[in-house]
């Protein structure tokens, strides 16, 4: 039950990590390499939210709003010019990664930061007790999820940006402001990251360069789901479990490389990864 448990939490944790990345990917096809500083925005948010007094779960919409606003600023003035030369983007993003962490360095310093558990204690679940708290982690995955589905099924921006997915230069003749889709879908791909680093808060050390690692693991998920959203719940699931097990059985060292290394060789074999069906 506990290792049961732990794959379905971690996996929880990359589809949350990753989902924002994925967003950004799917409309503007280009790969946000700030998405770690934006996971980084996130917790320092809840460090901020800390140091006013602030109950810690008024952390999660402070960072979504602060990280949402981010991100708008970050597209119109840098990345917008550079859409229709894609690499001159990945290093833009890149660029703003590194220019928001040594700015948070500047704020903050180098030292890891503190903040408060969202969350204590254990639950019993069939017998067994686990971390409330990565209960919680898996529940938000889920509203999450299903947020993100409902939005990209059942509304106009949805709707949108599925045809700019499609065929931007139709949607732009019937149209469609694609400028202001790729801008919300900008801004709402920040707003998740920055709202994933407030609940990797309890589970990682809070430092200017903590989004780094977990970008390596969501671009890599981000490739293997190939834009699709149920691909990328898959593949969460399939490298998630992959991970909780190596680290088990094997080494925690190599355990923590597993997504990365899985996800190299499912793309050497299916250049599509999980969404080529």
């Not at 924002?20 to 700030?34: E, Q, R, S």
Request: glycine share 10%; proline share 3%.
């Amino acid at each position: 039950m506990l290792l049961l448990l732990d794959i379905l939490t971690t996996a929880a944790i990359l589809f949350v990590v990753a989902i924002g990345l994925l967003a950004v990917f799917g409309v503007l096809k280009i790969i946000n390499f700030a998405h770690g500083a934006w996971l980084t925005i996130g917790a320092y948010c809840a460090v901020v939210a800390a140091r006013l007094g602030l109950n810690p779960w008024a952390a999660l919409p402070l960072a979504f709003a602060v990280g949402a606003a981010l991100g708008g600023l970050a597209e119109l003035f840098i990345i917008r010019p550079l859409y229709r030369r894609p690499l001159d983007a990945i290093l833009a993003t890149w660029g703003l990664g590194i220019v928001v962490g040594q700015l948070i360095t500047l704020a903050f310093g180098r030292d890891v930061q503190l903040t408060p558990n969202l969350l204590s204690g254990t639950v019993e679940v069939l017998g067994t007790g686990y971390s409330a708290y990565r209960l919680v982690a898996l529940l938000a995955a889920l509203v999450i999820g299903a947020a993100f589905a409902l939005v990209i099924e059942r509304t106009r921006l949805g709707l949108s940006a599925r045809a700019v997915i499609m065929n931007e230069t139709l949607a732009r003749g019937l149209g469609l402001d694609t400028a202001r889709v790729r801008l919300v879908v900008f801004m709402i791909g920040a707003g998740l990251a920055a709202l994933a680093g407030v609940l990797l808060t309890p589970l990682t050390s809070v430092d200017p360069t903590m989004g780094v690692g977990w970008l390596i693991g969501a671009f890599m998920l981000v490739m293997v789901a190939d834009a699709s959203f149920l691909a990328l719940a898959a593949a969460c699931l399939v490298f998630g479990a992959a991970q909780v097990l190596v680290s088990t059985f094997v080494s925690p060292v190599l355990g923590s490389i597993a997504v990365a290394v899985l996800a190299a060789l499912v793309l050497r074999i299916s250049p599509k990864g999980f969404s080529r069906a």
